[in-house]
């Protein structure tokens, strides 16, 4: 532990001490276990393997000045969880169990909660798979939970820095009716093509435009998108969005900061009438975008000329951020001290 240089940090896998896993055999969830086994045994006709059952959370716990280990919003995460699973026919893991469980991740590996300051935090990664052998295409007859952690430093190598990012209109992230509102492994894979060849070009994501008739915005990558004008904080409403816990999280805060908020369609052209604009997520937190290419149309969007952020997506990181580490108080009940 001594060698973790945890300001040095990047957005990526590291061994900890242990695991939590729980199973859902003939009908029922049984009890929390523990495990300090980083591999799974599953059989190779298991519906994870062949039909995309499976669904992930990702979250994150951050020590405080005071010492104190606090959890941001875990309550939100068990809920999307649910509603992944019911949309890929899965078993609902209940949301007090999920709480349950990340506290006890947490606190098997509190070694591993990077100390106030470092600018990481220790990302926790919940897990729902279908397990048993399945060939044909149905519901899994059983199903493993599993939550694991890892300390991390920013998503992007940036950090809190405007970054370029482009839309391609020959990419989809998820279908207008699809699996776009939950978070499932899919639409996460088919955005890897648009996001090695965006990477390929100096961006660090896509912004992708609505599926169906290509002109809205919106995911931005593995992030939702916002965008500030006329003291208004917008947001793309669409079907094939997930339901970021930041982005809502940022909603509020906005609000109380006096801002309107609007979450509607956002036409392509709007992105000209924006002071702002910026992507936003549990990993990103936020992510200010320096400009936007528009590769197909040979336009551009310009946010940043100078390498700094705007000034509400400043105000509203460093509030978040506040909240998050216990710096100011919690008003709203997001976080969670892990005693």
Excluded at 44 to 58: K, N, V
Excluded at 83 to 95: D, I, K, T
Excluded at 249 to 269: F, H, N, T, Y
Excluded at 273 to 289: H, S, W
Aim: hydrophobic letters at 35%.
């Amino acid at each position: 532990m001594g060698n973790i240089n945890w300001s040095e940090l990047s957005f990526g896998y590291m061994k900890t001490d242990y695991n939590v896993r729980c199973y859902y055999r003939d009908g029922k969830w049984g009890e929390l276990e523990v495990s300090s086994s980083e591999i799974l045994n599953i059989h190779m006709a298991a519906t994870c393997l062949h039909y995309g059952q499976e669904a992930f959370e990702g979250l994150k716990a951050f020590r405080g000045k005071d010492g104190k280990v606090r959890v941001f919003r875990m309550d939100e995460n068990g809920k999307r969880l649910q509603a992944s699973s019911q949309g890929v026919v899965m078993a609902e893991f209940p949301v007090d169990r999920f709480e349950e469980a990340v506290r006890k991740v947490i606190k098997l590996n509190e070694r591993f909660v990077p100390p106030y300051g470092s600018g990481a935090s220790l990302y926790i990664r919940p897990l729902l798979i279908g397990l048993g052998a399945q060939v044909g295409v149905a519901p899994a007859p059983e199903y493993m939970f599993l939550v694991f952690v890892t300390p991390v430093g920013p998503y992007f190598k940036s950090g809190f820095k405007p970054a370029p990012v482009c839309i391609m209109r020959s990419y989809d992230r998820a279908a207008p009716q699809g699996t776009g509102t939950i978070k499932v492994g899919g639409n996460y894979a088919a955005s890897l093509a648009a996001g090695r060849k965006a990477q390929g070009k100096g961006y660090v994501a896509v912004l992708y435009l609505d599926p169906k008739e290509k002109k809205y915005l919106d995911e931005c990558g593995p992030a939702n998108f916002f965008g500030i004008k006329n003291n208004t904080y917008v947001t793309p409403a669409s079907n094939s969005i997930l339901p970021s816990i930041t982005n809502k999280s940022l909603q509020q805060l906005a609000e109380d900061m006096g801002l309107k908020v609007e979450r509607r369609p956002i036409p392509v052209e709007e992105l000209a009438t924006l002071e702002e604009a910026a992507e936003c997520g549990t990993a990103a937190v936020i992510t200010p975008i320096s400009k936007i290419d528009d590769l197909d149309e040979n336009k551009s969007y310009i946010f940043s000329e100078n390498g700094k952020p705007g000034a509400t997506c400043v105000k509203l990181y460093n509030k978040l951020q506040s909240i998050q580490n216990g710096d100011e108080s919690d008003p709203y009940g997001w976080v969670k001290i892990i005693e």
